[in-house]
């Protein structure tokens, strides 16, 4: 079953179905995210595919064997002997030189072996066949790494002939819950909040199964899915795991600006823990919020790094610490013992998470339109003798000049009306000019009372069925 990118997969046949030129669509982001799966679907009605997969950890001896291996069994045709990329790819120019033609490249940094020799010669070749065939289609495709950031989404060589670029972002909380449409509003945004919006990981779960036993049985339990999904979701994902593993954990404890990685870290804060953030946010494990600015023309200089990926959030607070016993337990019930107690705080942290996914669902809910929107972002501003502190979850500043709040809250029970004081609280402290206008929305994971529903404080109160 192929769950959403429909915006996606709209833009690729589009390309597609230009035959005018030759398309080379390059389509990059994290492990299992679905990029192959994406391509698949695209390409499912056409006649003449050839698929090339790099292999993992093996040198360029190795690739170009398996390449030209693969061209042949695919082709018919006899196997050429290939020393360098310059012979393979001239190999594979014999059969797609004229006619309509799909080449889909997979996991490219493995099989250029992480050297940038592949992607030279590509370009070369490139440029004929795009002059020769106009119905050529050409995907390069692999994992958000040092080797894909630099040599194909900011290579200079590919700058001006790629025809399409896609960075595939995770599901959003609405799509993904789609894998499990028959249950609970509640059970659909938990399960997003424990595997986020990883198709791969989204189709582990048993719609049979309740929560607590699919957890238990693919993370819990020796030998489950999850165990030791982090360690080969980072060896695969980077070139060298150590600094982008220490980066994730030193997040997973509260969010932290460059200096505080840094110093957290004993490194400095120069271009290469820049760059190791930039790929972690590429590859959507981490966001980097810079706090809204109420001051016209003026931005903020407060920037902080937060760890946003659910099942890494999970990972270190139900996994890591539990790693001994989840190796012996190959039967018993770890998730009452080790998540129940810990839930409501997790869940509670990560609602804020679920809500800034799933954006643009509530924009629609709120009646906005993106094309309404100025500018938006979190507020948060420390206490300080001059200042109190003042957090708002989402500012939305519309072109009209207004603004837009939004509050994020999760409760075991329905939220009373404290959490109508503290809004009027913090509202009173931005001190405002008069001239604008502030409509508030609140979001909530287990609705509201009664009198907050009659205080008509709320412009919007949105629950967990505006998310389906």
Excluded at 192 to 214: A, R, T
Excluded at 215 to 227: D, E, P
Excluded at 306 to 334: A, C, H, Q, S, V
Aim: with cysteine; glycine share 6%.
């Amino acid at each position: 079953m192929f769950i959403g990118r429909t915006k996606e997969l709209s833009q690729i046949k589009e390309k597609m179905h230009d035959q005018r030129h030759a398309q080379l669509i390059v389509l990059y982001g994290r492990r299992r995210v679905g990029k192959s799966r994406l391509i698949r679907e695209a390409i499912k009605s056409e006649a003449n595919i050839l698929y090339f997969e790099g292999i993992e950890g093996e040198r360029q001896a190795a690739q170009i064997e398996h390449f030209v291996s693969e061209l042949s069994r695919q082709t018919g045709r006899v196997k050429i002997a290939a020393k360098n990329w310059h012979e393979a790819l001239l190999g594979l120019e014999e059969t797609i030189n004229t006619g309509r033609w799909v080449v889909f490249i997979d996991e490219l940094p493995w099989m250029a072996s992480e050297q940038s020799r592949l992607v030279a010669e590509f370009k070369f070749f490139w440029d004929r066949w795009a002059q020769q065939n106009p119905k050529l289609v050409v995907f390069l495709c692999g994992s958000v790494a040092s080797f894909m950031v630099r040599h194909v989404v900011h290579s200079k060589a590919l700058h001006n002939r790629k025809t399409l670029e896609i960075c595939l972002p995770p599901l959003e909380p609405r799509e993904a819950g789609s894998f499990v449409e028959k249950k609970g509003f509640k059970d659909k945004a938990m399960l997003y909040m424990f595997f986020g919006g990883i198709p791969k990981y989204l189709e582990q779960v048993s719609p049979s199964l309740s929560i607590e036993k699919n957890v238990n049985q693919l993370c819990l339990t020796r030998n489950g899915f999850f165990t030791n999904e982090f360690e080969t979701l980072f060896k695969e994902q980077f070139r060298s795991t150590k600094y982008y593993e220490a980066i994730v954990r030193n997040l997973s404890r509260n969010s932290a600006s460059i200096s505080e990685i840094a110093k957290g870290l004993g490194v400095d804060r120069g271009g290469g823990l820049k760059n190791y953030l930039t790929n972690l946010i590429q590859a959507n494990f981490i966001r980097e919020y810079q706090s809204f600015s109420f001051t016209e023309g003026q931005k903020t200089k407060t920037i902080r790094y937060r760890l946003t990926d659910p099942f890494l959030n999970f990972y270190f607070w139900f996994i890591e610490p539990n790693r001994k016993m989840i190796n012996l337990n190959t039967d018993r019930d770890l998730y009452s013992k080790s998540v129940t107690p810990k839930l409501p705080i997790y869940l509670g942290l990560q609602f804020e998470k679920f809500c800034e996914a799933s954006f643009l669902t509530i924009l629609e809910k709120i009646d906005l339109d993106l094309g309404d929107v100025r500018n938006f972002g979190p507020f948060f501003q420390q206490k300080t003798a001059q200042n109190n502190g003042v957090q708002i979850d989402m500012v939305i500043e519309l072109r009209n000049g207004n603004y837009h709040f939004l509050e994020f809250k999760f409760t075991e029970k329905p939220m009373g009306l404290e959490v109508v004081h503290e809004m009027t609280q913090k509202i009173e402290r931005l001190k405002i000019t008069c001239n604008r206008t502030v409509q508030k929305s609140l979001v909530t994971m287990n609705g509201v009372t009664k009198a907050v529903k009659e205080s008509e404080y709320f412009d919007y109160i949105l629950s967990l069925a505006d998310f389906q």
